[in-house]
């Protein structure tokens, strides 16, 4: 799902679902279904918004920096 192909697949799916729920409500206990689209973004470690320039600057967002650079030989 790298490509713009996103929106039409979930067109597609959503038309099915409609469908099925049209179909059979009985089975859909939380009411009709939505389609989920997948995150705009994903990060491995985001930098958040309050970071200091030195975060900022090194690229790096490890919880864990500071003590590691703290315990190194």
Same mark, same amino acid.
Not at 19 to 39: E, L, M, W
Not at 52 to 71: C, H, I, K, Y
């Given at each position: 799902? %790298?490509?713009?192909?996103?929106?039409?697949?979930?067109?597609?799916?959503?038309? =099915?679902?409609? *469908?099925?729920?049209? /179909?059979?409500r009985n089975r859909f206990s939380k009411?009709?279904?939505?389609?989920? %689209?997948?995150?705009?973004?994903?990060?491995?470690?985001?930098?958040?918004?309050? =970071?200091?320039? *030195?975060?900022?600057? /090194?690229?790096?967002?490890?919880?864990?920096?500071?003590?590691?650079?703290?315990?190194?030989?």
């Amino acid at each position: 799902m %790298f490509n713009d192909e996103v929106e039409a697949l979930a067109k597609t799916r959503q038309a =099915a679902l409609d *469908q099925a729920f049209a /179909s059979h409500r009985n089975r859909f206990s939380k009411g009709r279904p939505k389609v989920k %689209f997948p995150p705009k973004e994903v990060c491995i470690n985001p930098i958040p918004e309050d =970071a200091d320039a *030195q975060m900022l600057e /090194s690229g790096v967002n490890f919880s864990t920096l500071p003590r590691a650079r703290q315990n190194a030989i």
